[in-house]
């Protein structure tokens, strides 16, 4: 068998579950027992959730390019690793080996020593979906930096707040990038960034539109000429960093309740592990399938599922440059044609806006290479569901609903494809390894079937956040000081009378919009940068193709004559300051918000409000002005 760790019978998921609760140590021993290690673990795991301070395969070392490269030489070197399909459909898609991929990363780990990146330092990449992306991030663990890739959606504001945080002293780049019919200059948009960070030492800029860019001497260089340089020196091989487990593999930013975005850091050996791990047992990685992840590499989703995960597993990976609707709402159909894909990974948002082209766009395209499909990112509701089912599964391929967060690293809960049953809109059940429990608002445990409450996990897996870098103490209280001894993952979440797990949304001021998640008090912060603002509340209503629509009420003082100017004028301040992901679809003025006696919004209110649900307000008593709570009733949008 290709994965000794792989499940395939639901006998053998309890089986695994069973003994992965009863004695984690050997259940995870086990499985890390497959992979490449440059010296063995003394201990498998230590790990206290009060500091919290959570150690995998103490005093292991390994490199994880080694595991995702090196090792499938022999076996696979001349097999697909990457195929990848670029936006405009007319132009040439490439395919890389493991061989070769091997090949350009030991390449690029070389430039990026030659540009000064050494082991421990933070590397920001701000790429579009292009092969070479995934080549930076698995050279920059090649040569142990950090790298914290940011979405190409992102505003040089954005970019420049990320880069502070990380201390981060070199960043790669493309010069611009294509989606659709756009083209984003996303070396403009660094350049930007970079006016506020001047500790950044150089930049690595990869041709890719052929968009003007300055390039700014001393400091910025191409991808291209890096590479002849390296060719010319002679000796094109990287060794590969030796790597302590628990080193620091990357930072993603992600968005909490309050403030700015944190970095969550993941390590080395326990991210390796658990994103192989999940990635076979999930989706029934078969060898020679062809995976197709639709996420951006921006996303947690990408790290996991198109990069590590799957080239762990030695797995072909489909990288897509594109949307879905590019040139029509046929692409998705016509990748899976083109590369007779076998497993389909997407989210409830993509589906639910193709679904709206209607079965046109569907029917020309084969799609009966298909075996799995996935979604991830946010709740699917059933009509989305059965359509997935329906018209893309042809009723015979079993859908996984995949439950994580950037924290957790990998899956967390989900049915195995084919393996364990499905029940639309439920993520089932977790992963062997996962000890989900719910609480109620006072941290007690609400024990039994059939019952809600808020999700936490009470027992750690390897890929569990270890900091959000730079502020241990953030990391403390955002996820473990909720309730004592749990990771609280801020979702509310159901278990039926048969133990499925359905997560039914935050909890928290966190808006899930089309699969992005968008902190409230972000949003709020960059309306408020506006000169004509006084003061703005966020909250989310349900988006027909979105999930959640962005809400705003906001305090105007501005001196315009127009108000359909000055929410122009708003939204393009988000999207200065966030990036277009953030904009509000809505944006209602008011003369005041409500609030209680202390100053605190009631949020409560405003969401019902958006939400259409003017009847059932609940206590507005503590309200310091009720008189607020009809005039905004009356104007909303
Ligand atoms: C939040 C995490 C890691 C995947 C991409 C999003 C929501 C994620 C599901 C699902 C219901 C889901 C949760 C979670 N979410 N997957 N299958 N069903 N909700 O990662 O940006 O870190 O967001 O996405 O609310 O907390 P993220």
């Given at each position: 068998m290709a994965y000794p760790y792989q499940v395939t019978s639901l006998d053998q998921y309890n089986t695994a579950y069973k003994k992965s609760v009863d004695d984690p140590e050997a259940f995870w021993g086990d499985v890390a027992s497959n992979f490449l290690w440059r010296k063995r673990w003394d201990k498998v795991l230590d790990w206290n959730f009060t500091e919290p301070n959570i150690k995998w395969f103490l005093n292991g070392k390994l490199n994880i390019t080694e595991n995702c490269l090196d090792r499938h030489l022999g076996s696979l070197g001349n097999k697909p690793a990457i195929i990848w399909e670029p936006n405009d459909p007319e132009e040439h898609h490439r395919v890389l080996t493991y061989r070769e991929l091997h090949n350009k990363v030991l390449q690029f780990g070389n430039v990026l020593k030659n540009n000064g990146v050494k082991k421990g330092d933070r590397v920001c990449i701000y790429m579009g979906m292009v092969p070479e992306?995934?080549?930076?991030?698995?050279?920059?663990?090649?040569?142990?930096?950090?790298?914290?890739?940011?979405?190409?959606?992102?505003?040089?504001?954005?970019?420049?707040?990320?880069?502070?945080?990380?201390?981060?002293?070199?960043?790669?780049?493309?010069?611009?990038?294509?989606?659709?019919?756009?083209?984003?200059?996303?070396?403009?948009?660094?350049?930007?960034?970079?006016?506020?960070?001047?500790?950044?030492?150089?930049?690595?800029?990869?041709?890719?539109?052929?968009?003007?860019?300055?390039?700014?001497?001393?400091?910025?260089?191409?991808?291209?000429d890096e590479i002849k340089k390296v060719e010319t020196q002679g000796n094109p091989y990287c060794e590969a960093e030796e790597m302590d487990a628990e080193d620091?593999?990357?930072?993603?930013?992600?968005?909490?309740?309050?403030?700015?975005?944190?970095?969550?850091?993941?390590?080395?050996?326990?991210?390796?592990?658990?994103?192989?791990?999940?990635?076979?047992?999930?989706?029934?990685?078969?060898?020679?399938?062809?995976?197709?992840?639709?996420?951006?590499?921006?996303?947690?989703?990408?790290?996991?599922?198109?990069?590590?995960?799957?080239?762990?597993?030695g797995a072909t990976t489909l990288i897509y440059e594109g949307i879905p609707t590019f040139p029509d709402a046929g692409r998705f159909w016509s990748i899976v044609d083109k590369y007779k894909v076998n497993v389909l990974y997407t989210a409830p948002t993509a589906i639910r806006s193709l679904m709206g082209f209607g079965l046109g766009p569907v029917q020309n395209h084969d799609l009966s290479s298909l075996k799995v499909l996935g979604t991830v990112g946010e709740p699917i509701n059933e009509e989305a569901w059965h359509w997935y089912d329906e018209h893309i599964g042809k009723k015979k391929c079993p859908i996984v609903d995949t439950w994580w967060q950037t924290e957790t690293g990998g899956v967390l809960i989900s049915n195995l494809a084919g393996v364990t049953p499905s029940k639309p809109s439920f993520a089932t059940l977790p992963l062997p390894g996962v000890q989900p429990i719910l609480v109620d608002e006072r941290g007690e445990e609400v024990k039994g079937n059939g019952v809600s409450g808020n999700l936490c996990i009470k027992f750690p897996w390897p890929s569990i956040l270890r900091t959000t870098y730079g502020d241990h103490e953030r990391c403390r209280q955002n996820y473990f000081a909720t309730y004592n001894n749990l990771y609280f993952t801020g979702d509310g979440c159901l278990r039926d009378e048969n133990g499925n797990y359905r997560i039914t949304g935050r909890v928290d001021d966190v808006l899930n919009v089309s699969g992005h998640r968008i902190g409230t008090a972000e949003v709020e912060n960059a309306i408020n940068m506006h000169a004509g603002v006084v003061e703005s509340a966020i909250v989310g209503y349900p988006h027909d193709i979105k999930g959640q629509g962005i809400y705003a009420y906001v305090i105007y003082q501005g001196t315009h004559g127009d108000e359909e100017l000055a929410r122009k004028d708003i939204t393009q301040t988000v999207s200065r300051i966030i990036g277009p992901i953030a904009k509000p679809d809505k944006i209602q003025f008011v003369s005041g918000l409500p609030k209680t006696r202390s100053g605190k919004i009631m949020r409560r209110i405003l969401r019902k409000i958006a939400e259409g649900e003017m009847e059932n307000l609940g206590d507005t008593s503590t309200l310091l002005d009720p008189g607020v709570v009809n005039e905004i009733k009356a104007g909303k949008i």
């Open positions: 992306l995934a080549v930076a991030v698995l050279a920059c663990a090649r040569i142990g930096a950090i790298h914290s890739v940011v979405f190409g959606g992102f505003s040089a504001q954005s970019i420049a707040d990320r880069l502070q945080d990380a201390q981060a002293e070199f960043v790669i780049t493309c010069d611009g990038a294509y989606r659709g019919n756009k083209e984003i200059a996303l070396k403009s948009v660094i350049d930007d960034a970079l006016i506020q960070c001047k500790f950044v030492k150089r930049v690595i800029v990869l041709t890719r539109t052929r968009t003007p860019v300055s390039m700014i001497k001393g400091r910025d260089v191409w991808w291209e620091p593999l990357f930072i993603l930013y992600t968005s909490g309740s309050t403030g700015k975005p944190k970095g969550v850091v993941h390590s080395t050996a326990g991210y390796m592990v658990y994103t192989a791990y999940s990635f076979v047992n999930v989706f029934q990685y078969q060898p020679g399938d062809i995976h197709f992840c639709t996420a951006d590499i921006g996303w947690i989703t990408g790290h996991s599922y198109i990069v590590y995960g799957p080239l762990a597993a």
